[in-house]
């Protein structure tokens, strides 16, 4: 099983910055990719980025330029690093880790952390 936990929404004026932070627990020792996506109301959940094991990235082209996402091996933490940000970024943004398991991919994700941006 792997936990994880989101930090780090808010509120925030268009043109601002956030970050967010995915911590991981549990067994994590596989793990496949590391991802971050939103769901905005009346919509279906998203991707925005994914890091793959191997150091490899993959953005939604609305969040290419303005968002990053990075890994700090040692605190077993994700970040999504969102700047400029838009009026149509607010969601719940969520963590997803796929991890190898005994007979494929397991996906786990967080509870979500809301972020809302204001014009």
């Known amino acids: 099983q792997v936990q994880l936990v989101e930090s780090g929404g808010g509120t925030v004026q268009a043109g601002g910055s956030l970050r967010l932070t995915c911590a991981a627990s549990?067994?994590?020792?596989?793990?496949?990719?590391m991802g971050w996506y939103r769901q905005a109301p009346g919509k279906l959940r998203e991707l925005v980025a994914v890091?793959?094991?191997?150091?490899?990235?993959n953005y939604a082209d609305s969040v290419k330029g303005r968002f990053s996402i990075s890994r700090d091996y040692a605190k077993n933490t994700v970040y999504l690093h969102l700047n400029n940000l838009k009026p149509e970024d607010t969601a719940v943004y969520y963590c997803?880790?796929?991890?190898?398991?005994?007979?494929?991919?397991?996906?786990?994700w967080g509870r979500g952390t809301q972020v809302t941006v204001s014009s």
């Open positions: 549990g067994d994590i020792a596989r793990i496949n990719s």
């Open positions: 890091l793959g094991s191997g150091g490899n990235t």
């Open positions: 997803n880790y796929q991890v190898h398991g005994n007979y494929g991919l397991n996906d786990y």
